[in-house]
């Protein structure tokens, strides 16, 4: 038959988790809420265990061993204990529990614990039987045992306690309260039981009684087991426990009590002198005074104490009335300086002689504490006066006990007039309340209370102050006073004041951006670094087809349909390289309106911690200014380039049909005619725009370092490769290529580069892996390659195959129409840049610059008015302004055709940004031409259509 256990838990979770183990563990098992109901189930049937909540049993109202013993049950108890609860092994003893189990449970112990206590259940049952037997013997041997002044215990023939008396607190100290039918070694502290186990052991052996003698503490215990036979069958065992120490006590233990005691007289760090009280001689001493006072031990015992103090008759005094405490007294060294000690006295009869015992602890540390405290509340004094925050210390009434010169002055009171009076004096009633709510409720966890209040200076100012006041707490918790410091902040509070009032305008601006973004008709999306949707306007709704309410958390290339879309291929290299992308135009398929030619732009979005956060994406129809621009012969420039003579058209022409193509394009002209610039337009203006341009400068680097850098190289390749290196063919894949100057480059690499262009496939250095590149090559250079084909420099296969689209840019001084445009540009720029405003230049500025044969181009062009803008304060840029070479180089008139003096004699030389008096000005010049009169202004034509149409002129 299974085993039955009851369990009283009022937790359901732990109660079902405990009787789920049991019952797969074969056991049956009751449960319970309650004591209540536990005892009632109970009373139907006898449980073998109980397993009852710690917490239901410390609530009370029931008590389920009272009723197990009321009913005649044995029943072993075990307690369901938190794993916080504190001291359970306490809590298992007042409830006379077999033991504890912690909560979460755990199935190991809890099936151990069961099986354990079925075994005591069966245990219990048997000693009860017993107890039974033994009874009629138990009286006589109470009566026999109880006539001995020590401890016994009776136990039977398995060392189970049958009964017990005497002084067994005393002697045994056992470890259980309840020690009636326990194991008799289980309730002894293990250091006896062991030695208690190995004496029932003998005894068993034997049949004969064994006593032994044990230690404990200063208590000499001697303890008999006695065995109990009948009929030659070992039936139990009579224990006795006697106090034997005053038989044992011998000079031994003597000896060992006075080494005791001199390890503790030598041990102490204070001075120790054992004096006779009558006469003050020393009769002992310990070795920290010997130390202290330099004497020999021998020589100071003998000596009179009132020769080792420097007050022997007050000494002697306190000794003879009992004194125990002298506060401060001064010990005489052997070299005759002293030191001040604390001495403490105390008294004892030794035969017929009082001794003092006097105990000296050195204080001298002490004196220099008290001494740095004196001069620290002296420098404090001294600081608090030289602050400029106001400073006091009031009592818990409100009473003013300290307070510094600046809060004199600042009430304009006296600093002794305004001891004495009260602090709240000066506070508006609603502060004054706030402050003595704070000191009724003060506690040492919470001792600091901060408040701004309004305070009227002296003279009539009323003034912010930040009052941090400090409770100073006695050992009842109570206020004693309060030290508060007080901060005048009346700026910063103005300062806040702004502050909102300037995030209330910021607000606002915000809505009229929020307004001003949904009517805006350009197409706006802003996306995060995921491209996931943060914001987006109507049009950009409609560009992309989508609910513009569901679009916010959606990403981006979930919405659009078919791969390469050019916005989110724009989107994705913003992201990646964290640089902005302006006036990229292409045709796009609209749904619902067909191709239509867009401008994207594109920005990065940075936070306030400067990172980027994501993008935001401008798509701007473009188509009705596509149109004009195709119908206009002459353009102000192209992508970046800027000029409009007609050789710069013929290039604007060529760079626009090539940029849609793949076919590899050289680059040719002067240094300073805008090559990289050409690159750049070739590259935004095609397919591949949002994917990366990569750039070399072949001849600033050596052969070996241009083959790294163009195919890369692996970790070893050469010395100092130490890892992998990514070349700039791969980092270009999917974009762009520009090498520029390549006609300078070695006859070796020209061959790797003929075979990487001719099959498009390279391997880096110190690797046989062959890789596939998808990027468009565009080369530049400023070398005659034909004629460095002749003298054998360059190869000539590798010419023929770069020549496949040659691009020829024509150096500044052939197109000196150019140059009035250039200057404004540039002005422009320097304008922003140096934080200046330039107007223009002078008119012997521009003869010497149309006159000029500037060989180094535009680049020598810029250089030159940069120079002039760092020296100009503004405005006009003068002759005197402009770099010495230049004028000594052009004394003479400037020779000038007499179409590009014409032409430039006609240029209004503006601002960069014309107002509304210049561009009608130049429209009047220009009878109503919008086209030339953009021309003359430097600005897009669709920004003068746009602002006629804000002035309301029709033209």
């Known amino acids: 038959m299974s085993s039955t256990i009851l369990v009283a838990e009022g937790d359901a979770a732990i109660r079902a988790l405990i009787r789920d183990i049991l019952v797969s563990g074969g056991y049956y098992v009751e449960t319970a809420s309650s004591l209540a109901s536990a005892s009632a189930l109970m009373a139907r049937q006898e449980p073998d265990v109980l397993f009852v909540s710690a917490d239901l049993v410390f609530e009370g109202g029931c008590d389920l061993s009272d009723d197990a013993d009321r009913l005649g049950f044995q029943v072993p108890l075990i307690l369901l204990v938190d794993a916080a609860f504190d001291n359970p092994v306490e809590a298992v003893s007042m409830n006379r529990a077999l033991s504890y189990l912690k909560k979460p449970v755990d199935r190991f112990q809890l099936e151990m614990l069961a099986r354990q206590g079925v075994v005591a259940k069966k245990k219990m049952v048997k000693a009860a039987g017993h107890a039974r037997e033994i009874l009629r013997m138990q009286t006589i041997v109470h009566a026999t045992l109880h006539m001995d002044d020590g401890a016994f215990f009776v136990l039977d023939e398995e060392a189970s306690i049958l009964d017990c008396g005497g002084l067994i607190q005393e002697l045994v100290n056992p470890i259980e309260e309840q020690i009636s039918g326990c194991d ?69 233990g003597l000896a060992a009590a006075e080494k005791q005691y001199r390890s503790v007289f030598e041990g102490a760090t204070d001075a120790i002198l054992l004096i006779d009280k009558e006469t003050g001689i020393v009769i002992d001493c310990n070795g920290a005074s010997v130390r202290m006072l330099g004497f020999e031990a021998d020589a100071m015992c003998g000596r009179d104490i009132r020769t080792m103090v420097d007050h022997p008759d007050q000494t002697m005094n306190a000794m003879k009335t009992g004194v125990k405490r002298i506060s401060y007294e001064y010990l005489r060294r052997k070299n005759g300086s002293s030191f001040p000690v604390e001495l403490s006295l105390s008294y004892y009869t030794n035969g017929a002689r009082e001794v003092c015992v006097m105990s000296g602890q050195d204080i001298s540390r002490h004196k220099v504490v008290e001494e740095a405290l004196r001069e620290g509340a002296r420098l404090y004094r001294a600081v608090v006066e030289d602050q400029t925050e106001l400073i006091c210390r009031f009592k818990a009434d409100g009473t003013l006990n300290f307070v510094n010169g600046a809060y004199a002055r600042f009430f304009g009171e006296d600093e002794e007039e305004a001891i004495g009076s009260n602090v709240f004096a000066h506070h508006a009633s609603l502060d004054r309340q706030y402050f003595v709510n704070w000191l009724e409720n003060a506690h040492p966890a919470q001792p600091v209370f901060d408040r701004e209040i309004m305070l009227t200076r002296h003279g009539g100012d009323v003034r912010w102050i930040h009052w941090t006041n400090r409770a100073v707490f006695n050992d009842r918790k109570a206020v004693l006073s309060v030290q508060a410091v007080g901060r005048d902040v009346t700026d910063r509070k103005l300062a806040e004041n702004a502050l909102g009032r300037a995030n209330q305008e910021k607000e606002q601006y915000r809505l009229n951006l929020v307004a001003t973004f949904k009517s805006i008709p350009d197409a706006i999306l802003t996306v995060d670094n995921d491209l996931i949707i943060m914001a987006s306007n109507r049009a950009a709704a409609s560009l992309f087809n989508f609910d513009r309410g569901r679009m916010r958390g959606l990403d981006l290339e979930d919405l659009v349909e078919g791969d390469g879309n050019p916005c989110v291929g724009v989107l994705k290299q913003v992201l990646k390289t964290d640089k902005p992308v302006r006036g990229y135009e292409i045709e796009l398929e609209i749904k619902g309106i067909g191709e239509r030619m867009v401008e994207i732009n594109c920005s990065p979005l940075v936070g306030q911690d400067r990172q980027h956060n994501g993008a935001v994406l401008v798509v701007r129809d473009v188509s009705h200014v596509a149109d004009l621009e195709k119908q206009l012969q002459q353009r102000h420039g192209f992508r970046g380039i800027v000029g409009r003579s007609s050789s710069m058209q013929d290039i604007y022409q060529l760079l626009e049909q090539l940029s849609s193509l793949d076919s590899i394009v050289l680059i040719l002209g002067e240094s300073g005619t805008g090559k990289e610039l050409a690159a750049e337009a070739l590259h935004y203006g095609g397919v591949r725009a949002g994917k990366p341009l ?33 070349g700039r063919i791969q980092a270009a894949q999917g974009g762009t290529l520009f090498l520029d100057e390549i006609g300078d480059i070695s006859p070796l690499l020209q061959l790797k580069l003929l075979r990487f262009l001719e099959q498009k496939e390279y391997e880096r250095v110190g690797e046989s892996k062959t890789y596939s590149a998808d990027v468009r090559i565009l080369a530049a250079t400023n070398v005659d390659l034909l004629e460095s084909v002749r003298q054998g420099v360059f190869r000539e296969d590798l010419y023929y195959r770069l020549n496949v689209m040659p691009v020829t840019l024509p150096p500044l001084r052939d197109r000196q129409a150019d140059i009035p445009l250039l200057i404004n540009h540039f002005l422009g720029m320097f304008s922003e840049h140096f934080g200046k405003s330039f107007e223009g230049v002078s008119q012997e500025v521009m003869d010497l610059f149309m006159g000029y044969s500037w060989p180094g181009n535009i680049r020598e062009l810029r250089h030159a008015l940069e120079h002039a803008c760092i020296l100009a304060p503004g405005k006009t840029v003068s002759l005197k302004h402009i770099r010495k070479d230049l004028t000594d180089n052009s004394q003479s008139s400037p020779v000038m055709m007499p179409e590009i003096i014409s032409e430039y004699q006609s240029v209004h030389f503006v601002p960069r940004k014309p107002g509304k008096e210049d561009i009608l000005a130049a429209l009047q010049q220009n009878v109503g031409n919008k086209a030339r009169t953009a021309r003359q202004l430097g600005i897009h034509r669709a920004t003068l259509y746009r602002k006629l149409k804000a002035w309301g002129i029709d033209t």
């Open 184 to 252: 008799y070694l289980s309730v002894l502290p293990e250091f006896i039981a062991i030695r208690q186990a190995g004496t029932l052991s003998e005894v068993r052996a034997t049949m004969k009684t064994v006593c032994i003698e044990e230690k404990r503490g200063g208590v000499v215990v001697e303890s008999c087991i006695k065995p109990i036979v009948e009929d030659e069958v070992l039936t139990g065992f009579i224990v006795t426990v006697r106090d034997v120490t005053a038989k044992r006590w011998s000079e031994s």
């Open 694 to 726: 990569v750039k070399v400068n072949c001849s600033a680097l050596s052969e070996s370092l241009l083959e790294s850098e163009l195919f890369g190289h692996v970790r070893g390749a050469f010395t100092g490769a130490v890892r992998d290196k990514v």
